[in-house]
């Protein structure tokens, strides 16, 4: 084709200026690959720490005291009398699920629901040696507990099952053991705010990565929990479920809400900070890229405008041997394609090695986040959308520039 | 003997600065093989009138036939298909393609037309060349070329289609005298010898002094002789 050959030769005249063109693309698409691989990486990571440390589904017994009825009322109900309690104390409750075992065992019977752990949490301190801190133990059935979190995998000491075969043992987050200077096999006292204190062995040390529940959790047998608070065999106050597909978490937690009128949220909900900055994340992404891609399209632009004000001669004396207004936009529109297609292509493995370059980089050490490197993602379909993009920018830009050239009225410049 | 270029009552206007009548009523024809000179001077709108008969300025009344073909009306693309099939272009100023060999500018008007493979297009350009003894700079950059050789080169290209006219602006006004003689020795070649239509624009009363016949204008119009 002759078009491609003429834009061809334009290109190779002026390497220097192709070349200049093609690395505005280039660093637009590269910057694009990082920024989307590492943002998506993060967002990743975000979501699988808190689906390590939420449950898809997480049914609980809500603080609500009713405060509209008082026993005043009882009391004066004789008389004819309007009762009015000015700022009443909330009366004792009991934060428990009431009827759990019928409620377990229906929860167990559906099909979308993997595993299911009762358990029964509650605040103490840790005591050890003259040293009290405040925390908070969960009483599972460390069984299904672990099949949920995938506990095994976090276990930096020790193994779940160790839990069973010891008599009042303890699994502790590793912040709060650190804190305490607590290994394997030192006793540690818990008292709880009832004023009930028992003493447990140390057998295992968890670090889930999220500095708030390493420095504060600790998991012991049920038992042991409804022992230390007094309560009978039955009383638990939290339902942690796995769904089959946890998308459908929302829509299935208000299903149980509104079968056992217990609280439940699905791990979206209960992570709607970490998913709105996931949000943001996205957004920030495709607004740098194409904002870095809309300058690499006005440098095409401005280059395929300085190229066509010096080849006004050279169009007119095309246009005077035959060649069309078509061939004319062909000739500059496939140059600035050209520019975009291969500029694009240097940006993707430019953006390739950044990316990998990054995810080689150590994360800085963090107590709060158990993270070693950056996290970054590598997804083919982003690699894809960039060149898509990097090849459509261009072509926008080109346009304007090669259809003004095929316009160029070739008598004005063939008579000087 | 038949009729290469017929122009029937061409008028011309310029709008722009102001409105001005550059050529009226121009009526003549060429035979095919004539060497015809169009003199006159300087803004009597000859090279306005050149512009028209080749086509590419379109702005004007009356109608012109090429090769018994009307082209007034015609769209800009069927135009654009019709110069490279059957006219050649000279101009003052070579304009030759400067990132090109002297064979490939030769060659491109073909390659567009596109009726003939690459090795036949580049066979008969080398011999369009040869018959312009400039076969010997082929493959040299056409902007390594002196003036006159350029303007061979130009010719060269002009006759790459095998064209049934060849339109010439200025063509010698560039050159010296013994290039200006070389070019019109081409030029009364091709039309006496190939029988290709030559018109030409020019200054030059001794290019045009032993032409066939000369067209020569005055404010517009031509001037009878």
Same mark, same amino acid.
């Not at chain 1, 791990?267 to 998913?275: D, E, F, L």
């Not at chain 1, 943001?280 to 440098?299: E, H, M, Q, W």
């Not at chain 2, 006219?165 to 081409?186: H, R």
């Given at each position: !084709? #002759?078009?491609?050959?003429?834009?061809?030769?334009?290109? !190779? +005249?002026?390497?220097?200026?192709?070349?200049?063109?093609?690395?505005?693309?280039?660093?637009?698409?590269?910057?694009?690959?990082?920024?989307?691989?590492?943002?998506?990486?993060?967002?990743?990571?975000?979501?699988?720490?808190?689906?390590?440390?939420?449950?898809?589904?997480?049914?609980?017994?809500?603080?609500? =005291?009713?405060?509209?009825?008082?026993?005043?009322?009882?009391? &004066?109900?004789?008389?004819?009398?309007? #009762?009015?309690?000015?700022?009443?104390?909330?009366?004792?409750?009991?934060?428990?699920?009431?009827?759990?075992?019928?409620?377990?065992?229906?929860?167990?019977?559906?099909?979308?629901?993997?595993?299911?752990?009762?358990?029964?949490?509650?605040?103490?301190?840790?005591?050890?040696?003259?040293?009290?801190?405040?925390?908070?133990?969960?009483?599972?059935?460390?069984?299904?507990?672990?099949?949920?979190?995938?506990?095994?995998?976090?276990? =930096?000491?020790?193994?779940?099952?160790?839990?069973?075969?010891?008599?009042?043992?303890?699994? !502790?987050?590793?912040?709060? +053991?650190?804190?305490?200077?607590?290994?394997?096999?030192?006793?540690?006292?818990?008292?709880?705010?009832?004023?009930?204190? !028992?003493?447990?062995? #140390?057998?295992?040390?968890?670090?889930? *990565?999220?500095?708030?529940?390493?420095?504060?959790?600790?998991?012991?047998?049920?038992?042991? @929990?409804?022992?230390?608070?007094?309560?009978?065999?039955?009383?638990? =106050?939290?339902?942690?479920?796995?769904?089959?597909?946890?998308?459908?978490?929302?829509?299935?937690?208000?299903?149980?809400?509104?079968?056992?009128?217990?609280?439940?949220?699905?791990?979206?909900?209960?992570?709607?900070?970490?998913?709105?900055?996931?949000?943001?994340?996205?957004?920030?992404?495709?607004?740098?890229?194409?904002?870095?891609?809309?300058?690499?399209?006005?440098?095409?632009?401005?280059?395929?405008?300085?190229?066509?004000?010096?080849?006004?001669?050279?169009?007119?004396?095309?246009?005077?041997?035959?060649?069309?207004?078509?061939?004319?936009?062909?000739?500059?529109?496939?140059?600035?394609?050209?520019?975009?297609? &291969?500029?694009?292509?240097?940006?993707?493995?430019? *953006?390739?090695?950044?990316?990998?370059?990054?995810?080689?980089?150590?994360?800085?050490?963090?107590?709060?986040?158990?993270?070693?490197? &950056?996290? @970054?993602?590598?997804?083919?379909?982003?690699?894809?959308?960039?060149?898509? &993009?990097?090849?459509?920018?261009?072509?926008?830009?080109?346009?304007?520039?090669?259809?003004?050239?095929?316009?160029?009225?070739?008598?004005?410049?063939?008579? *000087? | %003997?038949?009729?290469?270029?017929?122009?029937?009552?061409?008028?011309?206007?310029?709008?722009?600065?102001?409105?001005?009548?550059?050529?009226?009523?121009?009526?003549?024809?060429?035979?095919?093989?004539?060497?015809?000179?169009?003199?006159?001077?300087?803004?009597?709108?000859?090279?306005?009138?050149?512009?028209?008969?080749?086509?590419?300025?379109?702005?004007? /009344?009356?109608?012109?036939?090429?090769?018994?073909?009307?082209?007034?009306?015609?769209?800009?693309?069927?135009?654009?298909?019709?110069?490279?099939? $059957?006219?050649?272009?000279?101009?003052?100023?070579?304009?030759?393609?400067?990132?090109?060999?002297?064979?490939?500018?030769?060659?491109?008007?073909?390659?567009?037309?596109?009726?003939?493979?690459?090795?036949?297009?580049?066979?008969?350009?080398?011999? /369009?060349?040869?018959?312009?003894?400039?076969?010997?700079?082929?493959?040299?950059?056409?902007?390594?070329?002196?003036?006159?050789?350029?303007?061979?080169?130009?010719?060269?290209?002009?006759?790459?289609?095998?064209?049934?006219?060849?339109?010439?602006?200025?063509?010698?006004?560039?050159?010296?005298?013994? $290039?200006?003689?070389?070019?019109?020795?081409?030029?009364?070649?091709?039309?006496?010898?190939?029988?290709?239509?030559?018109?030409?624009?020019?200054?030059?009363?001794?290019?045009? /002094?032993?032409?066939?016949?000369?067209?020569? %204008?005055?404010?517009?119009?031509?001037?009878?002789?």
């Amino acid at each position: !084709m #002759v078009d491609t050959l003429i834009a061809k030769r334009h290109l !190779m +005249a002026n390497k220097k200026q192709t070349l200049v063109a093609m690395l505005g693309v280039t660093f637009g698409i590269a910057m694009f690959i990082l920024m989307i691989s590492f943002m998506i990486g993060v967002n990743q990571f975000m979501e699988n720490t808190m689906l390590s440390s939420t449950p898809d589904i997480h049914i609980y017994n809500d603080i609500k =005291t009713d405060y509209s009825v008082s026993i005043a009322g009882d009391y &004066f109900k004789d008389k004819n009398l309007l #009762v009015s309690v000015r700022h009443p104390k909330p009366k004792q409750v009991n934060l428990n699920i009431k009827n759990a075992s019928g409620i377990l065992n229906n929860l167990r019977q559906d099909p979308t629901i993997t595993r299911v752990s009762p358990f029964l949490s509650t605040q103490v301190f840790y005591n050890y040696g003259p040293v009290q801190i405040n925390g908070y133990i969960n009483g599972v059935n460390i069984i299904d507990e672990s099949k949920i979190f995938d506990l095994r995998s976090k276990m =930096t000491i020790g193994q779940p099952e160790d839990l069973l075969n010891t008599d009042k043992g303890i699994i !502790m987050g590793r912040g709060l +053991a650190n804190k305490l200077n607590l290994g394997i096999g030192d006793m540690v006292t818990l008292t709880t705010p009832a004023g009930t204190s !028992m003493s447990f062995r #140390v057998v295992g040390i968890f670090a889930i *990565g999220i500095g708030t529940i390493d420095d504060t959790r600790s998991y012991i047998n049920l038992a042991n @929990v409804q022992q230390l608070m007094g309560k009978d065999r039955s009383y638990i =106050t939290d339902i942690n479920i796995k769904l089959v597909d946890n998308k459908l978490a929302p829509s299935k937690a208000g299903e149980l809400y509104k079968k056992y009128n217990y609280k439940s949220d699905d791990w979206q909900t209960a992570n709607s900070s970490v998913m709105a900055s996931n949000i943001v994340r996205d957004v920030l992404t495709y607004v740098v890229s194409i904002t870095l891609l809309t300058v690499a399209g006005f440098g095409i632009y401005n280059i395929m405008n300085m190229t066509i004000k010096n080849k006004m001669k050279d169009i007119a004396i095309l246009k005077a041997q035959g060649f069309s207004g078509h061939d004319i936009v062909r000739i500059f529109l496939s140059q600035s394609l050209f520019i975009g297609f &291969f500029g694009a292509l240097m940006g993707e493995v430019l *953006g390739f090695l950044l990316s990998y370059a990054l995810s080689r980089v150590p994360f800085p050490h963090n107590d709060f986040i158990s993270l070693k490197y &950056f996290p @970054v993602i590598f997804n083919p379909a982003h690699y894809l959308f960039g060149l898509v &993009f990097g090849v459509v920018t261009p072509f926008i830009a080109g346009l304007m520039p090669s259809i003004r050239a095929s316009r160029i009225d070739p008598v004005v410049i063939l008579r *000087g | %003997m038949s009729v290469a270029l017929k122009v029937e009552n061409v008028n011309k206007y310029f709008h722009e600065p102001e409105e001005f009548h550059v050529l009226s009523d121009i009526s003549f024809s060429v035979n095919k093989g004539e060497f015809v000179p169009v003199i006159g001077k300087s803004g009597c709108g000859k090279s306005t009138l050149l512009y028209l008969l080749s086509t590419l300025d379109t702005d004007y /009344k009356g109608k012109i036939f090429i090769n018994d073909q009307l082209l007034t009306g015609e769209s800009q693309n069927n135009l654009a298909r019709f110069r490279n099939e $059957n006219i050649g272009f000279v101009f003052q100023f070579h304009f030759l393609l400067p990132e090109f060999t002297v064979l490939e500018n030769v060659m491109l008007p073909a390659l567009k037309l596109g009726k003939l493979s690459r090795k036949e297009i580049e066979e008969q350009a080398i011999d /369009k060349l040869r018959q312009l003894q400039m076969d010997a700079f082929a493959h040299k950059l056409s902007s390594r070329l002196s003036g006159g050789q350029q303007q061979r080169v130009a010719i060269a290209r002009a006759l790459i289609n095998d064209p049934t006219i060849i339109m010439a602006d200025e063509p010698t006004g560039n050159l010296d005298s013994i $290039n200006t003689g070389i070019v019109f020795d081409i030029f009364k070649n091709l039309a006496h010898e190939k029988g290709i239509t030559i018109l030409t624009v020019t200054h030059d009363l001794d290019f045009a /002094k032993s032409a066939d016949r000369v067209i020569e %204008m005055a404010d517009g119009r031509i001037k009878d002789s």
